[in-house]
C-alpha cells in the first residue's frame, strides 16, 4: 500500500488509497490520518441532515427543505470532499481516467442538476431533489481513504521499532584513554566503545578486549545466548549479557545490518499493489464507456426531444448516477472488514488487506525455526547422571548453582528442577562466573563446575570418557553443559529450544494439502537439521542472516512460487515484507509484527489453518460483490438511459437511481456479513 503518487499514473491509484511516502514521519502519517477522520465526520455532519430533510414533509415543509439541502451537500461535497475534487482534477489534467473521475463528476452532476430544480422549480423538471446521492458518495470515498491511512500508517510504525533497538548513547574511548559518552551517530569506523553488561550493543563491530555472551536472537535467530572472546564480531541492537568487553566500530549507524533491515523493509513495503486494484483496473475501462454513454444519451434524447433539452440531460444525469461506483468501491473493502472483525476474534490479524487475496494464490511455505516452529526459549530436554540413581542429587547441586547464576541458560535447569520436585537449593560459596565457559562454586566442601568443554579443561578435567554421549546430544541438535564435582564429570545436561505442540500435526497437515515447505533459520545446522527431520521437513538452510533469508525468499520468488513466510524475530522483518503473505507470531518482536502482512496473537500455528480458510471464504465473498456490482451497472445503465421507455414507457427516475444505488450498495453489505456464518468452521 505504500506508492509513490508522483511514479503511478492517476488510473493506478484506487478511489480508496492513501500514497505513503517512505521518507515520512510516524507524526506526519498521524496528522494524514486526522485529516481524513475530519474530512469524514465533517461530511458525514452535513450528509445525515439531507437525509433526514429529503424526506420532504416528515420535519420541515418543502421550500424550506430544498436550500438547506442545497447548503449542507455543498459543504459535504465542496468543502470535505474537496481532495475527491482535486483528484479527479488530477486524473482529467493528465489524461488517466480514473475512479476518481467518475466520482467527481457523477456527484457533480447530481448536484448540479439538483440545483436546476431547485433553481426553476419541480414543474420544469418534474423531478426530486437529488442532493443526498451527492452527499453520500464523498462519505463513501472518504470512509475508505481512513482505512486506507490506517493500514499505510503501519510501515512507519516498524521503522521506528527497528530503529529504537539501538541505543542513543555509547561509551567512547579518546586518544588518551579517557572515557566519553557521545551520539552513536558520532561515531566512525575504528573507534573503541565499551559495553556494560545488560547493555544493548550500539554498532556492528569485532571484540578486542573482555568476554561475554550475548543475545543475537532478535537479529539472528540464535535461540541460546553466543559466546564473545577476543575478535568475535558483535552486531548492533543485540543485548550483552554479564561480561564488559571492548570492541572496534567496522560499520556507523548507516551501514549496520539493523539499517540494511530498515532499507529491506522499505524496499519489500514499497512493492505492494492493493487489492482494491482490480477494481481501478476495471475502472480504468470502464469510466470512459459510461462518460461516452451517458453523452450518447443526451445527443439522442435532445434530437428525440427536439427543444426539451431538459429530458435529455435528465437521462444523461441518470446514467451517469447509476454508474457511480458506490457498490464496486465497497465490494472489496466492506467484506475485508467483516472478514477481518470474524478473524480478529480467533487471534488473527490481518494487518495489509492485500494478504487476504494472495494467501488463497500461496503454494510454498517457509518457515522460522525459532519462536515460530519451536517455543522460542531454552528448555532442559536431557539430564544424563553418573551414575543415574544419583539424578536427582545432581540436579539439585547444578540448580542450585545456577540458581545464583544470571546467564539466560539458568532459568532452564531451574525449571527442570522444579518440574522434579525440587523446591530447596544447596548452599553455594566462592561462586564465580566466567563468561564464555561456564560457573563454579563451591557446595557441602566441593568443587562443583557447570559449564561448557573449556571450563573443565581450563580446570584439568577430562571429558573424552563422555564423548560418544556427548556426540549423540549433539546430534540431536542440544546445546551440551557438563557437571562436575572436584575432578570428575558426574552429568551431561543437553538444552535445546523444543517444538510447540502443534508444529508436526500442522506442517504434516500441510504437506498433504501440497504445500511446499522450507525451514530458514539463523541457528546452528545441527539444530535446524534435528528440528526439521522431526517436522518431516526435507529442504532447509541455517546460520542465516537476515539479508540471507530475504534472498532466498526473492530467489523462490523468482521460479514462480508464491510464498508464505512465518517468523517473530527482527532477523524475520525483511523476508516477512518481502514474501508475498507474511505472517508473524504474536509472541515476537513489534518489527517482525508491522513487517508482517498477518499476525497470530496467540502464536500458534493452527492460526495459519485458519488463516487459510478466511481468505477463502472472503474471495469468494469479494468475488461475489463484484459480479452484484457490475450486474447493478449492466442492467441499469440501459435502464437510465431511457432504452424502454419507447417501447414500454420504462424509465429510471434520478431518485430511483439514487435508490438503486444505495440498495446495491445494501446488497453488497449484506452479502459480505454471511462471512459471519464461518465463525462455527473456523473454530474447529
Known amino acids: 500500500m505504500v506508492a509513490h503518487p508522483e511514479n503511478k499514473s492517476p488510473s493506478e491509484i484506487s478511489c480508496c488509497t492513501a500514497p505513503v511516502n517512505p521518507n515520512s514521519t510516524h507524526a506526519t502519517k498521524s496528522s494524514e490520518l486526522v485529516k481524513w477522520n475530519r474530512l469524514f465526520w465533517g461530511a458525514l455532519f452535513c450528509t445525515l441532515p439531507v437525509w433526514l430533510l429529503s424526506m420532504r414533509g416528515m420535519l420541515l415543509k418543502t421550500h424550506f427543505s430544498g436550500p438547506l439541502q442545497a447548503i449542507f451537500t455543498f459543504l459535504s461535497v465542496f468543502v ?103 551520539l552513536i551517530s558520532q561515531i566512525k569506523k575504528g573507534d573503541l566503545i565499551k559495553v556494560l553488561p545488560g547493555a544493548k550493543i550500539p554498532l556492528d563491530g569485532r571484540v578486542i578486549q573482555g568476554t561475554t555472551s550475548v543475545d543475537e536472537s532478535l537479529v539472528t535467530g540464535e535461540s541460546l545466548p553466543v559466546e564473545k572472546t577476543v575478535n568475535s564480531r558483535v552486531i548492533a541492537g543485540t543485548l550483552n549479557g554479564l561480561g564488559t568487553f571492548l570492541f572496534q566500530v567496522e560499520k556507523e549507524e548507516s551501514e549496520t545490518i539493523i539499517s540494511k533491515i530498515i532499507a529491506s523493509v522499505f524496499e519489500a513495503q514499497a512493492a505492494r499493489i492493493p487489492i482494491q486494484q482490480l477494481a481501478d483496473k476495471v475502472a480504468a475501462s470502464f469510466i470512459p464507456w459510461i462518460f461516452a454513454i451517458a453523452f450518447i444519451t443526451t445527443g439522442l434524447w435532445w434530437i428525440q426531444a427536439k427543444s426539451a433539452w431538459v429530458t435529455a440531460v435528465y437521462y444523461g444525469v441518470s446514467v451517469l448516477m447509476i454508474a457511480c461506483p458506490c457498490a464496486l468501491g465497497l465490494a472489496t473493502p466492506i467484506a475485508i472488514l467483516v472478514g477481518t472483525s470474524l478473524s480478529a476474534k480467533f487471534g488473527i490479524l490481518f494487518r495489509k488487506p492485500e494478504a487476504i487475496q494472495t494467501l488463497e494464490e500461496v503454494d510454498t511455505l517457509v518457515f522460522d ?9 531454552p528448555s532442559l530436554i536431557t539430564f544424563r547422571a553418573f551414575p543415574d540413581s544419583e539424578s536427582h542429587h545432581l540436579l539439585q547441586v547444578a540448580a542450585s548453582l545456577e540458581n545464583s547464576s544470571e546467564h539466560p541458560l539458568a532459568r532452564s535447569v531451574l525449571q527442570a528442577a522444579e518440574k522434579k520436585g525440587i523446591t530447596t537449593y544447596l548452599k553455594v560459596s566462592l561462586f564465580q562466573n566466567l563468561p564464555g565457559k561456564g560457573i563454579l562454586g563451591l557446595i557441602g566442601g566441593k568443587k562443583v563446575f557447570l559449564g561448557n568443554r573449556e571450563l573443565l579443561e581450563s ?68 539444530i535446524v537439521s534435528e528440528i526439521a527431520h522431526q517436522v518431516g521437513v526435507k529442504e532447509w538452510k541455517a546460520e542465516l542472516k537476515p539479508i540471507d533469508k530475504l534472498n532466498w525468499v526473492k530467489e523462490l520468488q523468482s521460479s514462480g512460487q508464491k510464498i508464505v513466510f512465518l517468523g517473530d524475530g527482527i532477523n524475520d522483518a525483511p523476508a516477512l515484507a518481502q514474501a508475498d503473505v507474511g505472517i508473524a507470531m504474536g509472541s ?97
Not at 525455526?369 to 526459549?377: A, D, F, H, P, Y
Not at 564423548?467 to 549423540?472: A, I, N, T
Not at 515447505?517 to 545446522?525: M, N, R
Not at 487459510?612 to 447493478?632: D, E, H, P
Open 369 to 377: 525455526k525459532t519462536g515460530t516452529l519451536t517455543q522460542g526459549r
Open 588 to 684: 515476537g518482536t513489534d518489527v517482525a509484527n508491522e513487517s508482517a502482512s498477518i499476525t497470530l496473537v496467540k502464536g500458534n500455528l493452527d492460526g495459519v489453518v485458519r488463516a487459510l480458510l478466511l481468505s477463502s471464504a472472503m474471495m469468494k465473498i469479494i468475488r461475489q460483490n463484484l459480479f452484484w456490482a457490475f450486474s447493478y451497472n449492466i442492467i441499469g445503465i440501459p435502464l437510465a438511459a431511457g432504452i424502454f421507455y419507447p417501447m414500454w414507457g420504462i424509465r429510471l427516475n434520478p431518485i430511483f437511481a439514487s435508490l438503486a444505488m444505495t440498495l446495491s450498495s445494501l446488497l453488497v453489505v449484506g452479502n459480505s456479513l454471511r462471512l459471519n456464518r464461518l465463525v462455527f468452521r473456523v473454530a474447529k
Open 80 to 182: 470535505f470532499g474537496k481532495p475527491v475534487f482535486e483528484k479527479a482534477w488530477l486524473s482529467f489534467k493528465t489524461r488517466n481516467l480514473n475512479m476518481f473521475s467518475l466520482i467527481a463528476v457523477g456527484t457533480l452532476s447530481s448536484f448540479l442538476l439538483s440545483m436546476g430544480i431547485l433553481i426553476f422549480g419541480h414543474e420544469t423538471f418534474h423531478q426530486e431533489f437529488y442532493f443526498e446521492g451527492a452527499a453520500t458518495l464523498i462519505c463513501f470515498v472518504l470512509l475508505g481513504q481512513i482505512l486506507e491511512a490506517k493500514a499505510s500508517e503501519r510501515t512507519n510504525r516498524a521503522i521506528e521499532a527497528l530503529g529504537e533497538l539501538l541505543p542513543r548513547m555509547a561509551k567512547r574511548f579518546k586518544s588518551n584513554g579517557e572515557e566519553e559518552e557521545v
Open 459 to 526: 580446570h584439568h578435567i577430562s571429558c573424552n570418557a563422555f564423548l560418544p554421549q556427548v556426540q549423540e546430544l549433539l546430534n540431536k541438535g542440544e546445546t551440551v553443559i557438563y557437571l562436575a564435582i572436584d575432578k570428575e564429570v558426574k552429568a551431561l545436561l543437553g538444552i535445546t529450544d523444543p517444538l510447540k505442540e502443534t508444529s508436526e500435526r500442522v506442517l504434516s497437515n500441510f504437506r498433504a494439502q501440497g504445500f511446499q515447505l522450507f525451514i530458514a533459520s539463523g541457528d546452528h545446522p545441527k
